[in-house]
């Protein structure tokens, strides 16, 4: 059927990047791209064609407004027009390309070759309609995190949470940078089927990375013992509510890598955490975002 999907444009302040994706959901949103346009992004994402859809795309706009209202930033900018099945297909690919991070991994499109002098471990994704391709600051700080972490070890046996974990692509960085198993979860179903579909692509048993519908409360009788290391690329204000839970999965061991905070709200991300038995070690910075690095308090007494 042709013109059967809306490309909606949207001009941004950075700071409301992560937001927006949020609220593409309500949309159903089936792929996004993103590039930086004097400062500002401009995210465009592909939604198909329904009967009657202009009032929601009217309560959209309504609310990318408040949002940005709350961040006292300039409203966005939000356009849209139709476009044929085969132009949604391929035209949002063209702003997806290969991107290195940090020293050993780059993040290839699913539909682009690797060179066979490609000397980085190699993470293929196809991200359809999750969060997670690595362009975003809030990916790329976990993934230097995680390759600080997990170091060069061949034979490493961390046994990682990942929450919220959107394409996968944090859960299979973390098996490339060696760790020996991932149990990665996420609340939204397409999340899911696209973390399971980009696991395959990258040719990695599901025992490696166990992939489930849900939250922390679903892990914890898998490890009684507490697993070695959480990642969680969130919004801050759903870290905060997890860490209650974070804590039933810990031991006096467990580390965490922590991001999706904005820079303002680090301090009420810290706060919580402190007053929980975790230490900041670090704070790591891009643009308006940040990532903590945490690790239990060696005198916190751990209840299980």
């Given at each position: 059927m042709s013109n059967s999907w809306w490309e909606i444009r949207i001009l941004c302040d950075p700071i409301q990047e992560e937001s927006i994706y949020w609220r593409l959901e309500s949309l159903d949103s089936r792929g996004t791209a993103m590039e930086i346009k004097e400062n500002l992004c401009l995210i465009r994402a592909y939604v198909p064609q329904r009967r009657g859809q202009f009032s929601g795309f009217k309560?959209?706009?309504?609310?990318?407004?408040?949002?940005?209202?709350?961040?006292?930033?300039?409203?966005?900018?939000?356009?849209?027009d139709s476009v044929s099945e085969q132009d949604w297909a391929t035209s949002w690919k063209q702003y997806w390309q290969p991107t290195p991070i940090g020293?050993?991994?780059?993040?290839?499109p699913s539909w682009l070759e690797v060179p066979e002098q490609e000397s980085r471990s190699v993470l293929r994704l196809?991200?359809?309609?999750?969060?997670?391709?690595?362009?975003h600051p809030t990916t790329q700080l976990c993934l230097e995190s995680l390759e600080m972490r997990l170091g060069f070890a061949k034979t490493n046996k961390n046994i990682l949470v990942d929450i919220g974990c959107g394409s996968g692509i944090l859960s299979i960085a973390s098996i490339?940078?060696?760790?020996?198993?991932?149990?990665?979860?996420?609340?939204?179903?397409?999340?899911?089927?696209?973390?399971?579909?980009?696991?395959?692509?990258?040719?990695?048993?599901?025992?490696?990375?166990?992939?489930?519908?849900?939250?922390?409360?679903?892990?914890?009788?898998?490890?009684?013992?507490g697993v070695d290391g959480i990642v969680c690329n969130i919004l801050a204000e759903v870290i905060i509510?997890?860490?209650?839970?974070?804590?039933?999965?810990?031991?006096?061991?467990?580390?965490?890598?922590?991001?999706?905070?904005?820079?303002?709200?680090?301090?009420?991300?810290?706060d919580v955490l402190e007053n929980s038995g975790w230490i900041v070690a670090t704070l790591w910075k891009r643009e308006q975002w940040c990532c903590l690095n945490i690790r239990r308090a060696n005198k916190s007494l751990i209840s299980r």
């Open positions: 309560k959209f706009v309504d609310r990318l407004s408040l949002d940005a209202d709350t961040l006292n930033l300039t409203h966005p900018k939000v356009e849209w020293d050993r991994l780059i993040v290839y196809d991200p359809g309609v999750a969060f997670g391709t690595g362009t490339l940078l060696g760790a020996k198993k991932v149990y990665a979860v996420d609340t939204d179903p397409l999340a899911i089927s696209s973390a399971k579909a980009n696991r395959d692509l990258n040719q990695i048993d599901n025992s490696a990375i166990a992939i489930s519908q849900g939250s922390i409360a679903q892990l914890m009788p898998l490890q009684k013992n509510e997890l860490v209650p839970q974070m804590n039933a999965i810990s031991n006096i061991n467990t580390w965490g890598i922590l991001s999706g905070i904005l820079l303002d709200k680090a301090k009420n991300v810290a």
